[in-house]
T-cell receptor, first 109, second 117 residues
Framework: DAKTTQPTSMDCAEGRAANLPCNHS???????VYWYRQIHSQGPQYIIH???NNETNEMASLIITEDRKSSTLILPHATLRDTAVYYC??????????FGQGTTLQVKP | NAGVMQNPRHLVRRRGQEARLRCSPM?????VYWYRQLPEEGLKFMVY????????ESGMPKERFSAEFPKEGPSILRIQQVVRGDSAAYFC???????????????FGPGTRLTVL
């Protein structure tokens, strides 16, 4: 599974959009981009995933560049409860998730 | 539909004792994964199981650790002769099979916090 690179930490004002970038330049054609988050030592929570098209659900949007070498997770209106560690994971059909260090997002009032 | 359930939520053991951690996957899910999170560290994959089969145990320590997912009942992660370094949060996740293909959308339980004295 391809390696990902994320910023260590980011801040976002409450009510504003949070844009979390991820680089995955070695991604291969059949690998998906998954995003999970972990809120203060709770179990990780699935957010969204995509292959090449942009995706949106009730939690977030995922924008994947045309060359698929990077992506951005967008939380459209961040709240204090969105403060968490966000993990970008590139995954084939191996079943196991390889978590990096992720991005610690701090949403501030 | 109940989520992934893990018990106990907190477990305290003395060095040399055994720890048994249980995970009940979501209804209809036949794939179970165990992850470990050491204090102040990231999540590490341990093992992936389907009913009665270990699919990938590449993240399991070679000794003292074992996992099973029997035909009936929960998945069990067993740690024999625990040591202080085993103190960690252990998370279980489950996923369904969709259209005959593994779905990588994993649903996590709340975790078991193991403390070894």
């Amino acid at each position: 599974d391809a390696k990902t690179t994320q910023p260590t930490s980011m801040d976002c004002a409450e009510g504003r959009a949070a844009n979390l970038p991820c680089n995955h330049s070695t991604i291969s054609g059949n690998e998906y981009v998954y995003w999970y988050r972990q809120i203060h030592s709770q179990g990780p929570q699935y957010i969204i995933h995509g292959l090449k098209n942009n995706e949106t659900n009730e939690m977030a949007s995922l924008i994947i560049t045309e060359d698929r070498k990077s992506s951005t997770l967008i939380l459209p209106h961040a709240t204090l409860r969105d403060t968490a560690v966000y993990y970008c994971i590139v995954l084939g059909n191996t079943g196991k998730l390889i978590f990096g260090q992720g991005t610690t997002l701090q949403v501030k009032p | 539909n109940a989520g992934v359930m893990q018990n106990p939520r907190h477990l305290v053991r003395r060095r040399g004792q055994e720890a048994r951690l249980r995970c009940s996957p979501m209804k209809g899910h036949s794939h179970v994964y165990w992850y470990r999170q050491l204090p102040e560290e990231g999540l590490k994959f341990m093992v992936y199981l389907q009913k009665e089969n270990i699919i990938d145990e590449s993240g399991m320590p070679k000794e003292r650790f074992s996992a099973e997912f029997p035909k009936e009942g929960p998945s069990i992660l067993r740690i024999q002769q625990v040591v202080r370094g085993d103190s960690a949060a252990y998370f279980c996740a489950s996923s369904p099979t969709l259209s005959g293909r593994l779905s990588n959308e994993q649903f996590f339980g709340p975790g078991t916090r193991l403390t070894v004295l």
